[in-house]
């Protein structure tokens, strides 16, 4: 249902632009949201657009430096990445929670987003 795109290895201070494309499911009713799970770390939200036409909503840690975006005509939300921080390296995953019922929300299969000099 979820595809990310978008990962590779990048220098600090470099930019990424990860996307996640959904299909299969109305797009309307899900809030989209991004995690990532770093080595040896929990799964942690980097950022969330609870419905079609919120603004997005970050995590202190990337607050000011990544900036998530949906497009509802194409299915898919964004995440531009800026300023990265080898701190910032992790498996990213793209989450689609319906908006009625936590018990449906689909993942993406993640990508490995590498911050290193």
């Known amino acids: 249902h979820l595809v990310e795109s978008g990962g590779g290895l990048v220098q600090p201070g470099e930019s990424l632009r990860l996307s996640c494309v959904a299909s299969?499911?109305?797009?309307?009713?899900?809030?989209m949201e991004w995690y990532r799970r770093a080595p040896g770390k929990e799964t942690a939200l980097v950022a969330w657009?609870?419905?079609?036409?919120?603004?997005?909503k970050y995590a202190d840690s990337v607050k000011g430096r990544f900036t998530m975006s949906r497009d509802n005509d194409k299915n898919t939300v964004y995440l531009n990445m800026n300023s990265l921080e080898p701190e910032d390296t992790a498996i990213y995953y793209c989450?689609?929670?319906?908006?009625?019922?936590?018990?449906?929300?689909?993942w993406g299969q993640g990508i490995q987003v590498t911050v290193s000099s």
């Open positions: 989450k689609a929670q319906h908006r009625g019922t936590l018990r449906i929300s689909y």
């Open positions: 299969g499911l109305t797009f309307g009713r899900y809030g």
């Open positions: 657009i609870p419905t079609p036409d919120s603004d997005a």
